[in-house]
């Protein structure tokens, strides 16, 4: 039911692209994960002509508390970060805490990994590192660049991007070596990617269409 709803979405030109009210258009809205963009977006005419508030409600219900769990974690965490009246000393632990985390998912989603391999390896991310992730880059987190500057010192990186913050190998491995649920994330991420394969390959021989059996693999 997923996979069809975001297949007559794509077919939509106009389909991902958020609704604006010129009255009231700016270019403030944070958009960073699929989560966000599926919070905003309106579904196309095709799949309903009826006014709706966004495209996730006419998900299924484990889809649709996913993306709840994701935003509701995502605002705590961006809650502990950005408190006030916390004190730097408190805010930038916190930040290096979340830094850790990160961490430790990382080496969780890739157990056979070395543990002085680069962290910036491509691995597929973890819903609770996709969180983390997107609460430490949101634009109340980066709004405090004091406290992210010292976290950066006190790891001897510079603060560019949260790649050059996780470049600094973890000193020990994480205690627990399982591996954590897959981001739902990044798996919508992929079936939009494969959606917008085209189900037929043109061999430039008389107009000849075959069928893509790559995109059907």
């Given at each position: ?5 975001l ?41 309903s ?33 950005v ?52 609460a430490?880059?949101?634009?109340e987190?980066?709004?405090h ?7 950066a010192?006190?790891?001897?990186v ?15 491995p ?15 991420e ?28």
């Amino acid at each position: 039911m997923t996979a069809d709803l975001l297949e007559v979405q794509s077919a939509d030109r106009m389909g991902w692209f958020l609704p604006r009210d010129s009255s009231t258009a700016s270019d403030e809205i944070d958009i960073q994960t699929i989560y966000m963009q599926l919070t905003e977006v309106e579904p196309t005419f095709m799949i309903s002509e009826l006014a709706q508030d966004a495209l996730f409600r006419l998900l299924p219900p484990g889809m649709r508390s996913c993306l709840r769990a994701h935003h509701v974690i995502r605002k705590w965490l961006v809650s502990k970060i950005v408190a006030a009246r916390l004190g730097i000393q408190t805010r930038q632990a916190r930040m290096e805490l979340l830094l850790r985390a990160i961490e430790v998912c990382r080496r969780r989603s890739d157990p056979d990994s070395s543990i002085t391999s680069s962290m910036e390896q491509p691995v597929i991310p973890a819903f609770v590192e996709a969180v983390i992730v997107s609460a430490v880059i949101s634009i109340e987190s980066r709004m405090h660049q004091r406290a992210w500057i010292n976290v950066a010192h006190a790891r001897k990186v510079t603060p560019d991007s949260l790649t050059t913050f996780l470049s600094q190998p973890l000193r020990r491995p994480p205690s627990v070596m399982s591996t954590l649920v897959t981001d739902m994330g990044w798996i919508l991420e992929r079936m939009l990617e494969i959606i917008s394969v085209p189900n037929l390959v043109d061999l430039n021989t008389e107009g000849q269409m075959l069928i893509n059996f790559d995109k059907r693999r």
